[in-house]
């Protein structure tokens, strides 16, 4: 992909303020109500720290590349983003951390200082090696399979799965189904797919619309990031942390920190 930066790599208040409500006037046209700025600042935040839109802001997760999504189910089905001919050795799949001294499928307890146990736990099959899911991880991965691959990624300020927005028909829609077009824009225009992404997982998601409508952020968490209890009790607390500090940024901009506007 392109590869120097030319902007800071985070935005600032005003750029985000101004990217949330251009999600919220984008969601009006589809008919959707419009949604707390604080709270769509609030998953840039957790997302993806603020980094700004840009063709290596992405995250390839070989677990789902590797995993029943397109290893079993996708070629039970027939479909092309079957990965069941692609080897570990072509894209490589590490459960945990390499740089830990946590056995492959386990890696350091966050809480062990604090509280004691056991000095490592499992993280399921995530791979926290970052050779192994940045930019270049997924165009080689794109090289044996361009669906799959697309498809395991999360992209974006808002780090929306691919699956999802394949899902939830932004392809479709947008790039006539064909993600090579995405990949095109996204590498020239990564501000319009940003936008785009986001305004599509929530229009199609009527259940984190009514979580974002509460205010009920352990919703929010298992409609955007899983449902899992873990990963709500990880995640919820984040969002609440994010979206206080966003009320600050809203009035010092001179905003209602209740609107959405």
């Not at 935005?11 to 101004?18: K, Q, T, V």
């Not at 769509?40 to 992405?58: D, G, I, K, Y």
């Not at 999802?164 to 006539?176: P, S």
């Not at 873990?230 to 009320?247: F, N």
Request: charged residues 25%; positive net charge.
């Amino acid at each position: 992909p392109p590869g120097k930066r030319t902007k800071p790599i985070e935005y600032n208040a005003s750029e985000r303020i101004a990217i949330c409500q251009e999600i919220n006037k984008k969601l009006v046209e589809r008919g959707i109500k419009p949604i707390l700025l604080k709270y769509l600042m609030a998953f840039m935040v957790v997302e993806s720290a603020n980094r700004r839109a840009h063709p290596t802001l992405c995250r390839f997760e070989p677990h789902v590349f590797h995993g029943s999504r397109y290893k079993k189910r996708a070629c039970r089905d027939g479909l092309p983003s079957c990965t069941k001919d692609v080897t570990l050795s072509q894209v490589p799949w590490y459960r945990g951390s390499k740089r830990s001294n946590c056995p492959q499928g386990s890696r350091p307890s966050p809480k062990r200082k604090r509280t004691g146990g056991p000095p490592c736990i499992k993280p399921g099959n995530i791979d926290l090696n970052s050779e192994h899911t940045r930019r270049d991880s997924f165009d080689r991965a794109a090289k044996y399979n361009l669906l799959a691959a697309f498809g395991s990624t999360s992209w974006g300020s808002f780090q929306v799965m691919g699956y999802n927005l394949i899902a939830k028909g932004m392809i479709k829609d947008l790039y006539n189904g064909q993600v090579a077009e995405f990949m095109k824009e996204y590498d020239t225009n990564p501000e319009k797919s940003n936008v785009d992404m986001v305004v599509y997982y929530i229009a199609t998601g009527k259940r984190l619309q009514s979580a974002l409508a509460r205010g009920d952020f352990r919703g929010m968490a298992a409609n955007y990031n899983g449902n899992s209890k873990s990963a709500i009790d990880h995640y919820a607390p984040k969002l609440e942390r994010a979206s206080r500090g966003a009320v600050y940024n809203l009035k010092k901009a001179g905003l209602d920190p209740n609107t959405a506007t």
